[in-house]
Antibody
Framework: QVQLVESGGGVVQPGRSLKLSCSVSGFTFTSYGMHWVRQAPGKGLEWVAVISFDGKNTYSTDSVKGRFTISRDNSKNTLFLQMNSLRPEDTAVYYC??????????????WGQGTLVTVSS | DIQMTQSPSSLSASVGDRVTITCRASQTISSYLNWYQHEPGKAPRLLIYAASSLQSGVPSKFSGSGSGTDFTLTISSLQPEDFATYYCQQTYSPPYTFGQGTNLEIK
């Protein structure tokens, strides 16, 4: 079955960088778009970014543009989120997620369990 | 960006009840609307996509309707496992914004 396992979370100081990874299995990674979604403590879900199956197209929410970069390594079945210039408001559980369909990548069909990122001095 | 507004933000109901949650988009999104269920400590779960299509494996007591700017999620015959937070999300254009969530609690 579909498995999405995030890693790389932890405590980081404001202004520093962190790179999240998501290792996937149970489906053909090279055929699906992938997302990152986050949830700050006590808050709702916030969509962060999406990348197309081939890595050629990416979109992100305004609050992370210029700071976060979504990427993928299709040879290693792995999704990444490079987070630079981190701010306290980036503190959240970060979920890796898989698109529902092969053609339409916007809808999220499966989610990982999440990894916690805490930005604090 | 498209803003998504859910109502109510919280809802108390009893086992066996039927409840409806509403989601409104700040502009027309056709039927590009999904509903998710999220229990604390668990991964969110897709319930409904394209406004009214039931995701595989999801019980038929969940149903969605609407198009344009106004959408609803209805849950019939509530069971203890249904008490969770529910989110709508638009996938009409990025950023694919979520509603603020509706916390469904046991009365």
């Amino acid at each position: 079955q579909v498995q999405l396992v995030e890693s790389g979370g932890g405590v980081v100081q404001p202004g520093r960088s962190l790179k999240l990874s998501c290792s996937v299995s149970g489906f053909t990674f090279t055929s699906y778009g992938m997302h990152w979604v986050r949830q700050a403590p006590g808050k709702g879900l916030e969509w962060v970014a999406v990348i197309s199956f081939d890595g050629k197209n990416t979109y992100s929410t305004d609050s992370v543009k210029g700071r976060f970069t979504i990427s993928r390594d299709n040879s290693k079945n792995t999704l990444f989120l490079q987070m630079n210039s981190l701010r306290p408001e980036d503190t959240a559980v970060y979920y890796c997620a898989k698109s529902l369909g092969r053609v339409e990548m916007a809808t999220i069909g499966h989610w990982g369990q999440g990894t916690l990122v805490t930005v604090s001095s | 960006d498209i803003q998504m507004t859910q109502s109510p933000s919280s809802l108390s109901a009893s086992v066996g009840d039927r409840v409806t949650i509403t989601c409104r988009a700040s502009q027309t999104i056709s039927s590009y609307l999904n509903w998710y269920q999220h229990e604390p400590g668990k991964a969110p779960r897709l319930l409904i996509y394209a406004a009214s299509s039931l995701q595989s494996g999801v019980p038929s007591k969940f149903s969605g309707s609407g198009s344009g700017t106004d959408f609803t999620l209805t849950i019939s015959s509530l069971q203890p496992e249904d008490f969770a937070t529910y989110y709508c999300q638009q996938t009409y254009s990025p950023p694919y914004t979520f509603g603020q969530g509706t916390n469904l609690e046991i009365k």
